[in-house]
């Protein structure tokens, strides 16, 4: 099978991080016997030193013509002055915006090998820890009009939240459909106590429920959630909400494993075509050192050969090879712990595709 990726190793640790990531797919090609193809385009920071905007049209169609994107990372203070018209992070919303990326899928999966790493006790976390955040991208507060005016001689800024009804029934759909091929729980998280948009999105959802009775749905305020998260993660199977809570709780339940370094995500459209990236940021701090921890690059890269490129198979063996180098105790600095070996970023990366 032969596919195209579009890669966009952005900023910071980026380029650090998807150089290991390509490193493990192209194992996988050579093993399974695949062609992958790569673009690379410049996007954020780097973009913009470039061309003065953080992804260009250039960039855009490339993202376009392919079968899928691997992604970095994106910004750093550097940066922070930019207007907000050509921040760093104007590229990513504008890539997900123009791809149709709506479904964000985050899992939050803890490794055995790394339960010492997790903040929670060890009774808190006894159930397990595997859950699947599924969280609408493309509308929200992120997406909605802003304004910044003057009222009584003092600056008023107002971001606008709004969600129809049929951007609900997508994001939900997917949320649903997940939920049947995994343990069949679902939660939705809104905060309908206060908010409108939360109200109409459980409404949709109790309709969007009636279709699916083998699913065990229930509703959950965000508050709530975000203490249940730490007090007993292992009651969620899949959790649906909108763009902002769900930006503020996958970052959250991704300390549940212990570092948000080993966190993959995708962002889906309604087609095959995906973005798969960290949820980490740049992390400036540790650019060009050879330290930053890829393994949520390399499993992101995973979820793009089960998502996008339907190949369950070999999505496995990646996992499978992530899960033999933590056992044998390989640890990068931010999941160190004692009786383990310390390595760098690419050593890393090239344990891992050397177990496939």
Known sequence: MEKKITVLAGDGIGPEIVAEARRVLDRVAEVFGHRFDYTYVDIGGCAIDKYGVPITDGGMDACRRADSVLLGAVGGPKWDGCPPSVRPEKALLAVRKELGLFANLRPTKLFPQLAGSSPLR?????????????????????????????????????????????????????????????????????????????????????????????????????????????????????????????????????????????????????????????????????????????????????????YSFGMAAEADAVEAAVGSVLLDGYRTFDIMSDGCTRVSCSRMGSLVAERI
């Open 122 to 306: 060890d009774e808190a976390a006894e159930g397990g820890i595997d859950l699947l955040i599924v969280r609408e991208l493309t509308g929200g507060v992120y997406f909605g009009e802003k304004t910044t005016k003057t009222v009584g001689g003092e600056l008023v800024a107002t971001d606008v939240m709004s969600y129809s009804e049929h951007e609900i029934e997508r994001i939900g759909r997917v949320a649903f459909e997940t939920a049947m091929k995994r343990r069949r729980r679902l939660a939705s998280v809104d905060k309908a106590n206060v908010l409108e948009t939360s109200r109409l999105w459980r409404r949709t959802m109790h309709r969007l429920a009636e279709e699916y009775p083998e699913v065990g749905y229930s509703d959950i305020l965000v508050d709530n959630t975000a203490m249940q998260l730490i007090k007993n993660p292992s009651q969620f199977d899949v959790i649906v909400t909108e763009n902002m809570f769900g930006d503020i709780l996958s970052d959250e339940a991704s300390m549940l494993t212990g570092s948000i370094g080993m966190m993959p995500s995708a962002s889906l459209s309604s087609g095959t075509l995906g973005m798969y990236e960290p949820i980490h940021g740049s992390a400036p701090d540790i650019a060009g050192l050879d330290a930053a921890n890829p393994l949520g690059t390399v499993l992101s890269a995973a979820m793009m050969l089960r």
